[in-house]
Structure formats: C-alpha cells, structure tokens
C-alpha cells in the first residue's frame, strides 16, 4: 500500500524561509516528486529525488532520505506568489511499470 | 504548443448518465494517467498506461474504465454517473513509461458533477 502525508496547512512571512516535510511508506521506491498546484489550476512539476541528498533549483530546494522515507521542500526568500498548495508525490513499481501517488497536500499561506 | 488537452471543463451529470472525459497530448509522451482531486482528499490516480495497449489501475479504479488505442489518447469513461463520483479531473502524461524519473504534465481539469 501507500502512506504519503504532509502537514495540511503552513503559513509563513514573505521573505522568510518554510520547510514542508513529507513522509512516506510504500511498497517500493522509484523517486520522489515535489509539485506545486495554485488555486484553480493544475499541478506543476517542482523538482525531483530518487538519491539520498539535496536538490537545489533557484529558490526551492528539496531533500531525500530513503532510509528514513523522509523528504522535505526547502523554499526560500517566499514571495506572495509562492501561496499555493504543494505536492508530496512518490513513484513506485507497478504490474505495467510504475505509478506515481500523491500525498493530500500542504496549502501554504505567504501572508506580508 | 499544446501540451494535454483534456475536454470538457465543465460537466454537470444525472445519477446514472455516461459520459466520457476526453485527454489528448501532442508530447509523444508513453505514460498517460487520470486523478480525481477532492477537498481534502489530495491527487488519488484512477488509471494509468505506461503505452499503447496498455493499462492498469490505479488508487481508486471502480466506476471508471479505460482505453489506450493510441499514443496520443486517454479517454475516462463513467459508464453510470453516482454523486460520489463528482470531483475535479486531471489528467497527466510524462516521457518514456518505463522510465520513472520523468516528470508528468497536466492537463487544465474538468470539473464533473453529478445530481
């Protein structure tokens, strides 16, 4: 089965710092997605862990441990615009290949 | 560019209607998926094909059905609308399906409903 959790709502100032932290449990392990989805629209791909270790792009930032089954979602410097809800995914082995599920969701509030 | 196209974004059903949710990218993409999404409920995958021919279920699969006879199609299909079943619909497609650190793409969503 698959057990993927993240906190359901955060809420940081612009300019600061916030980590989103997601946990895991399935049954195996192709990698794991971040994505970040504003109100009304569809998802969109942030980033992506399959080794132990940081990924950094820009201004996010995301991080693996697959001992651990834990992930987190660095975003720096937050500006209004990063108020949306973000998306804990993990890719796992199928019958026909893989699947990729998703957690519920954080919804982050970026208030002034 | 198209990307996905998913049609139609508004749908409003009777109990017991079918009717099919129509998904089309123009990436040659092999892995084509449908997720419902529901208040609190997160991305739950319905179905999904790694490629033509080729389909498996997903999370939540009952009162769905799918086909894949092409590369560039995914049609949904409710063979009979329940309440339940109203949700907002994506539908997603990502490069090389036996791949799997490729990321998906969505489409912009249909939001069902059923009376």
């Known amino acids: ?112 | 560019n198209a990307g996905v196209t998913q049609t139609p974004k508004f749908q409003v059903l009777k109990t017991g209607q079918s009717m099919t949710l129509q998904c089309a990218q123009d990436m040659n993409h092999e892995y084509m998926s449908w997720y419902r999404q529901d208040p609190g409920m997160g991305l739950r995958l319905i179905h999904y094909s790694v490629g033509a021919g080729i389909t498996d279920q997903g999370e939540v699969p009952n009162g769905y059905n799918v086909s894949r006879s092409t590369t560039e199609d995914f049609p949904l299909r409710l063979l009979s609308a329940a309440p339940s079943q109203t949700s907002v619909y994506f539908c997603a497609s990502g490069d090389r399906g036996r791949a799997t650190n490729e990321k998906l793409f969505f489409g912009s969503g249909t939001q069902l409903s059923v009376l």
Request: aromatic share 12%; net charge negative; glycine share 10%.
């Open chain 1, 1 to 112: 089965g698959q057990n993927i959790d993240q906190p359901t709502e955060m809420t940081a100032t612009e300019g600061a710092i916030v980590q989103i932290n997601c946990t895991y449990q399935t049954s195996g392990f192709n990698g794991l997605f971040w994505y970040q989805q504003h109100a009304g629209e569809a998802p969109t791909f942030l980033s992506y862990n399959v080794l132990d270790g940081l990924e950094e792009k820009g201004r996010f930032s995301s991080f693996l441990s697959r001992s651990k089954g834990y992930s987190y979602l660095l975003l720096k410097e937050l500006q209004m615009k990063d108020s949306a809800s973000y998306l804990c995914a993990v890719s796992s082995p199928s019958n026909s290949g893989y699947a990729l599920n998703f957690g519920k969701g954080t919804s982050l509030l970026v208030t002034p």
